[in-house]
């Protein structure tokens, strides 16, 4: 059987691919599952779109660097009830960019978690130089998801693991500077992690510095299972089990 890649987190909406067959241009190399995750209430417009045909789904949400264009996160509520809507996201806290001051981060924050806590929905979680302030939040609430473009520590790691967290892991890990994000994944367990592009930035080597596309994660999954010294085609089956069993409850 071919092995089956799941991309949780792509912007395949974005202008480098308006002139692609968006369908042509994803499910290449054994791609057949993509999500389409919204930035702010325009984007996750688009993504709802898009996601009508087989293999796109979708996620809304308000991402803590589109909090200087917009406050208001009623507009998740129109969504809830579209099949295709798999999860709340990308929201969290970025400190790096730091356009919106903490408090208000915070409070667009826990106000979307509340609403994927009420609705049984797993969580895209967008976070720079936050960690231990995401941690802290997500103590307060029974929530699932994925660290989206993890790269923090290994005591973080474990933290979000335990919150009933996985690690969104793409193209950085096979970039020959992140010899951090290397022993963290090598010390959690294969189970924890899901693959993502965030395309169309961070594509693997060796793409690195272009466009990025989905099929590009066969590089990022043929590196986890060197690292971690595993049989490439169970690694590529956990993955995809993976993110099946966190956004589409098992469902392949």
């Not at 202008?15 to 919204?38: A, P």
């Not at 490439?232 to 589409?248: D, R, S």
Request: hydrophobic letters at 40%.
């Amino acid at each position: 059987m071919k092995n089956r890649i799941f991309d949780t987190h792509t912007h395949l909406y974005f202008k480098e691919y308006e002139d692609h067959d968006i369908k042509k241009v994803t499910f290449q190399n054994g791609v057949d599952k993509v999500i389409l995750v919204g930035c702010d209430e325009s984007s996750s417009m688009v993504a709802s779109q898009l996601a009508i045909d087989d293999g796109f789904y979708y996620s809304v949400g308000l991402q803590p660097n589109s909090l200087d264009d917009e406050l208001n996160v009623d507009f998740i509520q129109s969504h809830i009830n579209n099949k295709k809507l798999v999860a709340i996201g990308e929201i969290g806290l970025d400190y790096y960019h730091n356009i919106i001051e903490k408090k208000i981060q915070k409070e667009i924050f826990e106000k979307q978690l509340v609403i994927a806590i009420e609705n049984n929905l797993p969580i895209i979680i967008h976070v720079r130089d936050a960690y231990d302030d995401v941690i802290e939040i997500l103590k307060k609430y029974r929530s699932r998801g994925v660290i989206h473009c993890f790269n923090g520590d290994i005591k973080q790691a474990i933290e979000f693991v335990k919150l009933g967290y996985y690690l969104g892991i793409g193209g950085v890990i096979t970039y020959k500077n992140a010899l951090g994000l290397n022993n963290v994944v090598i010390n959690v367990g294969i189970d924890c992690l899901v693959t993502e592009t965030d395309c169309p930035y961070l594509a693997p080597a060796p793409h690195r510095g272009k466009t990025n596309y989905p099929h590009y994660l066969n590089h990022v999954i043929e590196h986890l299972a060197k690292i971690k010294n595993m049989d490439v085609n169970y690694v590529y089956k956990i993955l995809y089990n993976n993110a099946c069993k966190l956004f589409l409850g098992g469902n392949k």
